[in-house]
């Protein structure tokens, strides 16, 4: 069984930074692949934010590149997401995504999101 829990969300003014942090646990967990951050505002389909793979290549939206900083630990355990100059479209739930090989398969595992509400 394979958990991503992530938390750091919170309420904040336009133009200040949140730090976002999700980590895996799971005996099963051979090796994994890539964490990613996805979005979802209320009547939006959910988005991909920002990804990372083992050899640290990243990729990001258009909306949040040179604003949102994506890392993790060498074994991918661990992934966080540095947001500065948030705005307002920022307002969504975030959720974290693992890319797991575990001992039955390879598979994408979520965590439940953590709220990132972005007021003027």
């Known amino acids: 069984q394979v958990e991503l829990v992530e938390s750091g969300g919170g309420l904040v003014q336009a133009g200040e930074s949140l730090r976002l942090s999700c980590v895996a646990s799971?005996?099963?967990?051979?090796?994994?692949?890539?964490m990613s951050w996805y979005r979802q505002a209320p009547g939006k389909e959910r988005e991909l934010v920002a990804k990372?793979?083992?050899?640290?290549?990243?990729d990001y939206a258009h909306s949040v590149k040179g604003r949102f900083t994506i890392s993790a630990d060498n074994l991918l355990y661990t992934a966080f997401l540095e947001m500065k100059s948030l705005k307002p479209e920022d307002t969504a739930a975030y959720y974290c995504?693992?890319?797991?090989?575990?001992?039955?398969?390879?598979?994408?595992?979520w965590g439940k999101g953590t709220q990132v509400t972005v007021s003027l």
């Open positions: 995504s693992a890319d797991v090989l575990t001992d039955r398969t390879r598979s994408d595992y």
């Open positions: 799971g005996r099963t967990i051979f090796r994994i692949y890539g």
């Open positions: 990372i793979d083992r050899l640290n290549n990243t």
